[in-house]
């Protein structure tokens, strides 16, 4: 055999070999509806904020990219803000148990300032295009805003609030903060961000 009959011969199997090799692999799970694991069920780590968006693709992908990542920060937004609203209603309660003077008129409007300012420390965790089960193409973004960012934001809100706390209401208070959210808040949140 002559060394142009072994190339011919091998270069179906090189020609195999390399295309297997080319294909993508994926570990996410997509839905039915044809939209990834992490759209359906943003899941932030604990102690964290996520959201997810999806935009119809019809623009240049920087300017889907910032439309869906602010649509994501904006549900973030939102869970936080849910996250001050428990945080006042349990110094509230605090306040009742104790005698104390625990919540000022203003806790909810300045915690609220401080989370809109933070807000910007969320980071894009993944992008991709998608079609869903009509045949829509779509670009998807994924937005976290980690524990530890969370914390920081947190803390400043109860400095910016001038709230001394003992270890145990901070506790309390924190894990109000950043308890995850049920289906009806989520649901609200959702429909709120796109109204």
Excluded: H
């Excluded at 990542?69 to 605090?94: H, P, W, Y």
């Amino acid at each position: 055999m002559n060394l142009n009959s072994k190339i011919v011969l091998s270069l179906p199997l090189i020609l195999l070999l390399f295309g297997c090799e080319s294909t993508p692999t994926t570990t996410e799970r997509i839905s039915e509806s044809g939209l990834p694991d992490w759209y359906l069920n943003p899941n932030p780590q604990s102690g964290g904020f996520a959201a997810a968006e999806c935009v119809d693709d019809n623009a240049s992908l920087s300017i889907l990219r910032s439309k869906a990542t602010a649509l994501a920060r904006s549900e973030i937004a939102a869970q936080m803000d849910i996250g001050v609203n428990r945080m006042e209603e349990s110094l509230i309660k605090m306040q009742e148990i104790d005698g104390t003077s625990a919540v000022n008129e203003t806790f909810s409007q300045d915690a609220k300032q401080v989370v809109s300012r933070e807000l910007r420390s969320s980071q894009v965790k993944k992008v991709d295009y998608f079609t869903d089960s009509q045949g829509q193409r779509l670009l998807c973004v994924f937005v976290g805003l980690d524990p530890q960012i969370a914390r920081t934001v947190y803390d400043q809100m109860l400095s910016e609030t001038r709230r001394n706390l003992s270890p145990q209401s901070d506790t309390i208070l924190y894990r109000e903060f950043t308890r995850k959210l049920t289906e009806n808040e989520l649901r609200q949140v959702r429909e709120d961000v796109r109204d």
